[in-house]
Nanobody, 127 residues
Framework: VQLQASGGGLVQAGGSLRLPCAAS????????MGWFRQAPGKEREFVSV????????DYADSVKGRFTMSRDNAKSTVYLQMTNLRPEDTALYYC?????????????????????WGQGTQFTVSS
């Protein structure tokens, strides 16, 4: 599956932004989907994950209550709705696809759990 994330840019602290990730080449409903981010000089980290049907979600503690992940399998698109943005949310955001529904379980998934990655979209939160 090919993934294309978009929606990046510049936003003020406290603002909101929605990142879409469009999938092509395969049926999106066959994949659990995740968002990861990488800030300059830091490792890529988990942000959120959603299972194939969209019923189960999981979030990193740092974004819980502020970010919401959703999916529209009919449109082959997943979304990351972000509110109350903070400067520390500034990063390159990647969407990723996994054939394993187990990525939405008791523990956060790792990068290795995902087989396909998009190219990333950058946004900056100004203070």
């Amino acid at each position: 599956v090919q993934l294309q994330a978009s929606g990046g840019g510049l936003v003020q602290a406290g603002g909101s932004l929605r990142l879409p990730c469009a999938a092509s080449g395969r049926t999106l409903s066959n994949y659990a989907m995740g968002w990861f981010r990488q800030a300059p000089g830091k490792e890529r980290e988990f942000v959120s994950v959603i299972n194939k049907s969209g019923v189960k979600r999981d979030y990193a503690d740092s974004v819980k209550g502020r970010f919401t992940m959703s999916r529209d399998n009919a449109k082959s698109t997943v979304y990351l709705q972000m509110t109350n943005l903070r400067p520390e949310d500034t990063a390159l955001y990647y969407c990723a696809a996994s054939i394993f529904n187990r990525v939405v379980s008791g523990s956060h998934p790792s990068l290795d759990d995902f087989q396909s990655w998009g190219q990333g979209t950058q946004f900056t939160v100004s203070s």
